[in-house]
């Protein structure tokens, strides 16, 4: 499964950095995910609450953000946020929102990031 990988890769980058800052605990994790990342949003969020047992990150708080998608229309030169028809959650059209065009090209919004983690540490640091 696509969203398996994807946790198990987000769980093992906050881990690493938790154990970089000698973190006690995570309290929150922030996720930002790209509309074309292909990931389903709720799938990601339950397999990753399995993933977080018996780690740093079991009580974390965890937030997750959709992105836009962000194009540069060759057609009409509209830079912005793209109109995205996801009916097919797997495989979503990108269009212009000026001129309907499909020569686009996308810049933004295919990524998971995490963009932010909190960590508690020991007492005296
Ligand atoms: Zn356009």
Do not use: W
Request: charged share 30%; aromatic share 4%.
């Amino acid at each position: 499964m696509h969203e398996l990988s994807m946790a198990q890769g987000i769980i093992n980058a906050v881990l690493e950095t938790a154990d970089e800052n000698n973190a006690t605990e995570v309290n929150e994790v922030t996720i930002e995910i790209g509309r074309l990342a292909m990931v389903n949003p709720e799938q990601l969020e339950f397999i990753l609450g399995v993933l977080v047992e018996n780690t740093l990150v079991e009580d974390a708080k965890i937030i997750i953000e959709e992105i836009p998608v962000e194009i540069d229309c060759e057609d009409c030169g509209f830079h912005g946020n793209a109109i995205i028809d996801d009916k097919d959650h797997y495989a979503p059209m990108v269009k212009c929102p000026e001129c309907d065009s499909f020569k686009i090209e996308i810049l933004n919004g295919k990524d998971i990031i995490v963009k932010n983690i909190v960590i508690e540490k020991p007492e005296g640091e």
